[in-house]
């Protein structure tokens, strides 16, 4: 297969397949003719159980070949997630432990009582602490009148 290429410039082509005839030689006997073309249709069947044999099997690689694949890209994925996941630890532990101080800190302020009354910056600080029975006790839309009992609320 050539081509015409411009003066200067050189081409090549290669080609994936190679053809190879064969054919009887001249002057053959019709026996030799014979013997040559059973030979000849015995490679051909063979070729073609060799072929459907290959076709067959297509599936089952192409399912090991999924399987392969998947295996690889699960692997992939829970690395990069470990990879994330430690990352930044110490920064997350850190949060955690901010939090909780937080959260001590703050409780430990509801419970404390106020020192005075009559400071100038913070005159809503004077208030009772309240039981959580008073409190759900006040919060009750409406009052029960009598004993036995029944809550009653201001």
Do not use: C, Y
Not at 36 to 63: C, G, H, I, M, V
Request: proline content about 5%.
């Amino acid at each position: 297969m050539s081509r015409a290429t411009p003066p200067g410039r050189q081409s090549a082509e290669v080609s994936e397949s190679a053809r190879v005839s064969v054919s009887v030689r001249q002057g053959a006997t019709p026996d030799d003719k014979i013997e040559f073309l059973l030979r000849r249709d015995e490679e051909t069947q063979s070729r073609l159980a060799d072929l459907k044999e290959a076709l067959n099997d297509l599936p089952r690689r192409w399912r090991a070949d999924m399987e392969a694949t998947a295996g690889t890209v699960r692997r992939e994925q829970q690395e990069g997630l470990a990879k994330l996941r430690d990352q930044h630890l110490k920064a997350r532990l850190g949060g955690v432990a901010l939090l909780v101080i937080g959260l001590g800190l703050a409780t430990w302020g509801n419970l404390l009582e106020p020192a005075s009354s009559s400071s100038d910056r913070a005159p809503n600080l004077s208030r009772e602490l309240r039981s959580p029975a008073d409190v759900f006790a006040s919060s009750l839309p409406l009052s029960v009148a009598g004993g036995g009992g029944g809550i009653a609320t201001q």
